[in-house]
Every structure is written in structure tokens, then in C-alpha cells.
């Protein structure tokens, strides 16, 4: 998928959310530490959207 470029921030994002909705923080953070291995940049936005959603559970 890295290098047909699959993946885009919008796919991240989604994983991302599934995984703070599940409460799978380590899953999470794993995704988001991969993403600039696939071109995608980091998206410190995606974080602090994942503090509200998790301070919400």
C-alpha cells in the first residue's frame, strides 16, 4: 500500500478515531507514529481531537 500511495490522511483519520472510540490508546498511537512512513504528515490536530474523545469516554 506505501508505494501504490493507498493511504491518505482521511484513512488515517478514520483508523485513528476507531481505535480512540474502541479505547485502543496503543493501537492509536501506533497509527499515528506510522503515518510519515507513508508520506502522510503528522496531524498534531488529530491529536488533540483524540484528548476530547478520550476525556469524553
Same mark, same amino acid.
Given at each position: 500500500?506505501? #508505494?501504490? #500511495?493507498?493511504?491518505?490522511?482521511?484513512? %488515517?483519520?478514520? @483508523? %485513528?478515531?476507531? +481505535?480512540?472510540? *474502541?479505547? +485502543?490508546?496503543?493501537? *492509536? @498511537?501506533?497509527? %499515528?507514529?506510522?503515518?510519515?512512513? +507513508?508520506?502522510?504528515?503528522?496531524?498534531?490536530?488529530?491529536?488533540?481531537?483524540?484528548?476530547?474523545?478520550?476525556?469524553? @469516554?
Amino acid at each position: 500500500m506505501k #508505494r501504490e #500511495r493507498l493511504l491518505s490522511l482521511g484513512a %488515517f483519520t478514520s @483508523i %485513528f478515531s476507531s +481505535y480512540v472510540i *474502541a479505547d +485502543y490508546v496503543q493501537e *492509536a @498511537i501506533l497509527t %499515528f507514529k506510522v503515518m510519515e512512513q +507513508y508520506d502522510i504528515p503528522l496531524d498534531l490536530a488529530l491529536l488533540k481531537g483524540w484528548e476530547g474523545q478520550h476525556d469524553a @469516554i
